[in-house]
């Protein structure tokens, strides 16, 4: 465990030395959508009965926020260890696939957790966001962020530059994240839009998580969380069998 441990606090320092860009700066460009959107939208009919714009928005754009930094954290950490060579300081000790998955993905959820909660505590200062239930709240958070950890580990050890991350990340992460339901409920959209979200896992993550806030949800909560459990545990396979063959690592 001490193999593990090592690269576990070596990915948190990785990320909190530099806190203000990899924590402060996803906090402040949610705030801005924020601050955008609620005054674009403001007096709109919420989605929800009693449920104010503002009020809807704000989870959603945490839970974006999780997302996308959860996915950057393993992605970029895996692809500048791959360019720069260093990658060969974690190969050369006795760490197993899942000491190695495992410290990735603990680590980017860290840093997701605490890019959500920042959104979180400045967003209630907007409009008072009400909690119904915390369980779904930190289950969502929690699987979302790990599926999106997990998915950026694929996408780090399938680039071999930053060009083709920044490929993966704005032509897939992107889209998906922002047409997950983050700014507008999907029953607002047209019968074909609406079966195209609902094709979205990134929605199922979003919807469930907001239902912990709200008690009310586009799908039921129990779906969202099957799809969204069983999207984490696909790509944890796909991950762990990828690490355990060494595939762009050790060839």
């Known amino acids: 465990m001490i193999g593990f441990q ?6 948190i320092l990785r990320f909190w030395k530099v806190g203000f860009q990899t924590v402060a700066a996803p906090v402040l460009t949610a705030l801005l959508y924020l601050f955008i959107f609620s005054h674009v939208m403001s007096g709109s009919n919420a989605a929800f009965p009693g449920i104010t714009y503002e009020q ?11 997302l996308q930094n959860a996915f950057a954290n393993t992605s970029s950490s895996l692809i500048q260890s791959k360019i720069t060579g260093n990658i060969l300081f974690i190969l050369l000790p006795p760490l197993s696939h899942w000491n190695f998955y495992g410290a990735y993905l603990i680590a ?3 840093r997701a957790l605490a890019v959500g909660l920042g959104v979180f505590l400045v967003g209630i200062f907007v409009a008072n966001v009400p909690v119904h239930s915390v369980v ?3 289950v969502f958070a929690l699987l979302g962020s790990g599926l999106l950890a997990a998915l950026g580990l694929i996408a780090g050890l ?4 930053f060009d ?6 704005n032509f897939i992460i992107m889209p998906l994240t922002f047409l997950s339901g983050v700014f507008y409920s999907i029953r607002s959209l047209p019968d074909f839009w609406q079966g195209l979200s609902h094709v979205n896992p ?4 979003i919807d469930g998580f907001r239902y912990g806030f709200f008690g009310k949800a586009d799908v039921s ?3 969202s969380f099957g799809v969204t459990a069983g999207a984490f545990f696909c790509l944890s396979v796909v991950t762990l069998y990828l690490l355990k063959s060494g595939y762009k690592l050790r060839q």
């Open 108 to 110: 980017a959820v860290v």
């Open 202 to 205: 990134f929605f199922y993550m």
């Open 6 to 11: 090592t690269l576990l606090l070596k990915e």
């Open 56 to 66: 809807f928005l704000i989870p959603g754009l945490a839970m974006m926020s999780m």
């Open 164 to 169: 083709q991350l920044a490929a993966f990340q």
């Open 136 to 138: 779904w709240i930190v």
């Open 158 to 161: 399938w680039a071999d530059k």
């Open 221 to 223: 909560v129990w779906l």
